[in-house]
């Protein structure tokens, strides 16, 4: 029975070389993706664009990346192939050469559309093979893998502004360098994955595969229906954070522009750090408590950093940001679990609605900031974790027998 027990053990334990080359991946095709905004300002310059195109050009990467995300997911759910990771960052790689050399227009947009093709393919399918290689720890599994994409999107622009800006645009050729290492870390996925697809085909895993819906469908739905609330009022509130903390600081407290990046960075790292906890958290105690807590948790410090000074505010600042960002690797496996047969499409929604929301909550803020000023946007919006509440309302997938 103990020489049993310990190859159960064995068994379900994560494979962490996957996991690791999976955070690597989505580390280094999320630092791409950053490449796109943070060369904006050479974009503009050299072809002579006004705010309204650059505007459009936001609008096709975010309908590329958003929409197509849940289509990718739902495709593959139906017909999983072992090689979707690679065939994303050829995607990926396309874009980037045509963005970095592209004088017009329509090409640029096409460029922007195969870049975020790129995000739509990577997001959901390398999130279901992290619930497959995590086991019974998914959460744990989930936190690895955001970590990687939050650490690569805050140092994409800072590469940006080390390899581009000091020179011209076709330098953002040389990201190519990033794309063949993403190639590289994705080949131990890619054969763990083909792996696992013969077992399912063979019949070992056919049981994992077929996994019953722990409730009715619909409760299912009116359980996806509030977590969609929960993601509403955790992507405004980030936004706000992300987009416009640096302009906050300046105009509150008279900071220097380089003061407000490292109080930004702060923030960066506190968003990782949450994702990070989040997720073995969530394995431990259920996924229902941690977003519960950690977004109705969040409005304590959201309140009061409105009404304090600069040292409280960036600490504030940290505190919010390590709470809110622990929440979303609990709400990915909720919802996963709650539709165990369609990973893809899961995770392809949740993410394309997550980027959706943050998009049009930036553009949304941006205006209300322009018409009655920015800590009018802070008053606001930090009212907004208090939607956690509807965390109340979500069954407890623990008492199904998951």
């Known amino acids: ?92 790689s396309v874009g980037i050469i045509l963005f970095a050399f592209c004088s017009t227009l329509p090409g640029i947009l096409f460029a922007v559309f195969m870049v975020g093709i790129g995000s739509a393919t990577l997001h959901p399918e390398a999130s279901r093979i992290t619930s497959l290689a995590g086991h019974e720890r998914r959460g744990f599994a989930q ?49 763990w994955y083909a792996s696992y697809l013969r077992q399912l085909r063979s019949g070992e895993r056919q049981r994992e595969h077929n996994a019953a819906l722990p409730l009715s469908k619909p409760l299912t739905v009116f359980a996806i229906c509030v977590i969609i609330v929960l993601i509403f009022s955790k992507y405004i509130y980030m936004a706000s954070l992300s987009s416009y903390y640096t302009f906050y600081l300046i105009e509150r407290f008279g900071v220097s522009v380089s003061l407000s990046q490292i109080f930004l960075f702060v923030f960066v790292v506190s968003t990782a750090a949450g994702t990070l906890v989040g997720g073995p958290v969530g394995d431990r105690y259920g996924r229902k408590a941690v977003i519960w807590v950690s977004i109705l948790g969040t409005a304590p410090f959201s309140l009061l950093m409105p009404h304090v000074g600069l040292a409280l505010t960036v600490i504030l600042s940290f505190c919010a940001g390590f709470m809110l960002s622990s929440a979303f690797p609990a709400i990915l496996l909720y919802a996963q679990e709650l539709l165990p047969t369609k990973l893809g499409m899961i995770s392809g929604l949740f993410f394309g609605f997550a980027f959706g929301v943050g998009g049009i909550a930036s553009a949304v803020l941006g205006n209300f900031a322009d018409r009655y000023g920015i800590e009018a946007v802070y008053n606001f919006c930090a009212y907004t974790p208090l939607l956690g509440m509807v965390a109340a309302f979500l069954p407890d997938l623990k008492k199904q027998g998951r």
């Open 143 to 191: 936190s690895v893998f955001q970590v990687g994409g939050n650490f690569g999107g805050s140092i994409g622009p800072l590469l940006v502004a080390v390899i581009v800006a000091p020179h011209d645009r076709r330098y953002v050729a040389f990201f190519l360098i990033f794309s063949a290492l993403c190639f590289w870390a994705m080949a131990p996925v890619c054969r």
């Open 1 to 92: 029975m103990k020489l049993l027990k310990k190859i159960k053990t064995f068994v379900e334990m994560p494979a962490f070389h996957v996991l690791l080359a999976l955070s690597a991946a989505h580390c280094l095709n999320d630092l791409l993706q950053s490449v796109i905004t943070a060369v904006y300002p050479m974009l503009k310059s050299d072809l002579h664009l006004n705010f309204a195109q650059i505007g459009l050009i936001t609008l096709v990467y975010q309908l590329a990346a958003s929409i197509f995300q849940p289509v990718v997911g739902y495709a593959f759910d139906r017909r999983p192939f072992s090689g979707s990771l690679p065939a994303g960052m050829c995607c990926t």
